[in-house]
């Protein structure tokens, strides 16, 4: 049997219709990845100890490969970022705004692979189409060194999009199949912390080659590609071998074990992987008051971050700084995208109903320092490089845009339809980014530190009105229905009900 969605708005009937129906199971979401291990672990307890010591033994081998995959899809992606530094702009005989759409273009490609990629990762295994993509990714990375046109290049760019689109969103969906709702914003802000690492990493990895003679044979910018697409291909194998798809089916979890795994994130009450699509659901996505403020707020924020991902060390170079220095002082930004994460998370961890008030605080912190880099002196140019690094610290929000897809939306069809959109965001706003950045307004690059000013106050605004609407929703649930049943929540949830047709769900602020 079906069940017809409800509005966005909670309608008491409607639920009445709902806890009618869960009396028939359907049968697709009894074949669910992990629903046997569930009903086999109804009757049993699960010790502290035993939780602590499960969650471990995924914190040593699925965060890690989270982390290093994310990293290094971020190197390859703002490779070109460093390149610059090496004479690629002068080798392509690139002019004008041909950079801009070189940039762009892989957020053009992540848009259109992002749909099927997002089929394949519900469909089939989620750690080989994550394989095949990091290994098909990779291989674009060291073909761009053959590409010695800008027309080339933007084909392969484009094309290294359409892999790349399985990543982020494929991670973000897995990290609800491993962690329960009060652990994913910690391992989530963890795993995108690889921003950081991979901004410091890479940025290492072209001080280096900085070093080598302008005549080394092959060109400098050529190496970095050969160095980043190489080991990209090579960790596509661990990807594949290594990293299970869910608890049900992880190697290095006993039989036991691996109930408690799923066990722990049924009392997500949002279920795990189903391979039914339900075109109910993906419609609710569509009007989902969570997923529009998401929507918007990713938008908003990926401008900004499709200029510093891009342009940082030009504008960096620009504020007055030499060359072999601007990689350097870059690498203290990528810190502070770590430090700002870890601290996020832990707080998230640690106090209740927290994470959109720590996202608004992080939000504010970096409007104002978009604004001081708007408007203070160029001569202040150590002030404006402060302010520079602080705007790192949107990552933040944006890392808690993503939790909440993955701890507040129910029904795994719903969830992944909401990723998608959210990550349609991503890619428009990333690829209209670069374009904010205009060489005639060198050096002080005023439309682009608007762009960071106006994109963040958005952001600023939408988490707001996140807090507000769940917050009411809640109140509203428990005025009207009473207190949640925990258990009745939870076993919705594995029947892949959405948290509009579950009365027992509660939002997590």
């Known amino acids: 049997m079906h069940i017809e969605q409800a509005n966005a708005v909670d309608n008491p009937q409607q639920f009445d219709e709902v806890e009618e129906a869960k009396e028939t199971l359907n049968e697709a979401y009894a074949n669910a990845v992990g629903y046997k291990e569930y009903r086999e672990g109804l009757g049993m307890s699960i010790s502290k100890k035993e939780n602590s010591r499960v969650r471990w033994k995924i914190d040593l081998i699925v965060l890690p490969i989270f982390l290093i995959t994310q990293a290094l899809q971020f190197m390859d992606k703002t490779a070109l970022n460093y390149a610059n530094l090496l004479g690629y702009q002068k080798t392509l005989g690139l002019h004008g705004q041909q950079f801009n759409y070189l940039s762009a273009m892989v957020y053009a490609g992540y848009f259109f692979g992002q749909y099927p990629c997002g089929w394949l990762v519900g469909r089939f295994p989620a750690q080989r189409v994550l394989g095949v993509s990091c290994f098909m990714w990779g291989l674009m990375v060291i073909i761009m060194t053959q590409c010695h046109t800008s027309s080339s290049a933007l084909a392969v760019r484009f094309i290294m999009g359409l892999f790349e689109a399985a990543v982020t969103p494929g991670l973000n969906l897995m990290t609800g199949f491993w962690y329960t709702r009060q652990e994913i914003p910690l391992r989530q802000c963890i795993w995108y912390s690889a921003l950081g690492w991979g901004g410091i990493v890479g940025s290492y990895i072209c001080f280096g080659i900085t070093k080598l003679p302008v005549d080394f044979s092959p060109a400098r910018w050529e190496l970095l590609f050969y160095i980043l697409g190489g080991a990209t291909c090579l960790w596509a194998g661990v990807i594949i071998f290594v990293l299970p798809d869910a608890p049900s089916s992880a190697f290095f979890l006993s ?189 002080e690059y005023k439309g682009a530190t608007t762009g960071l000013l106006v994109g963040y106050a958005i952001k600023a605004g939408c988490h707001i009105a996140l807090f507000v609407y769940m917050f009411m929703v809640n109140r509203r649930r428990d005025s009207v229905y009473g207190p949640a049943d925990k258990a009745r929540s939870d076993e919705a949830g594995m029947q892949d009900y959405t948290e509009f047709e579950n009365k027992d769900f509660r939002y997590v602020l």
């Open 255 to 443: 039989k036991t074990e691996r109930i408690i795994g799923i066990k722990r994130v049924a009392g997500n009450e949002t279920g795990v992987k189903t391979k039914t699509f339900n075109k109910k659901q993906a419609m609710v996505a569509l009007y989902d008051p969570k997923a529009i403020l998401v929507f918007i707020a990713v938008f908003a924020a990926a401008i900004p971050n499709g200029v510093v991902n891009s342009f940082s060390t030009i504008i960096i170079e620009d504020m007055g700084f030499s060359k072999t220095k601007t990689t350097e002082l870059k690498s203290v930004g990528d810190a502070v995208v770590i430090v700002a994460l870890v601290i996020g998370g832990t707080i998230t961890l640690n106090i209740p109903n927290s994470r959109l008030l720590t996202a608004t605080a992080a939000n504010i912190l970096c409007t104002v320092a978009a604004a001081c880099m708007a408007y203070l002196p160029r001569e202040q140019k150590w002030q404006r490089l402060a302010c520079f690094w602080l705007v790192n610290a949107q990552s933040v929000g944006f890392t808690i845009s993503l939790v909440t897809i993955s701890s507040n939306m129910a029904g795994y069809t719903h969830r992944a339809m909401a990723n998608a959109l959210v990550f349609t965001a991503y890619c428009w706003g990333n690829f209209a980014g670069p374009f904010v950045v205009k060489p005639s307004q060198a050096p």
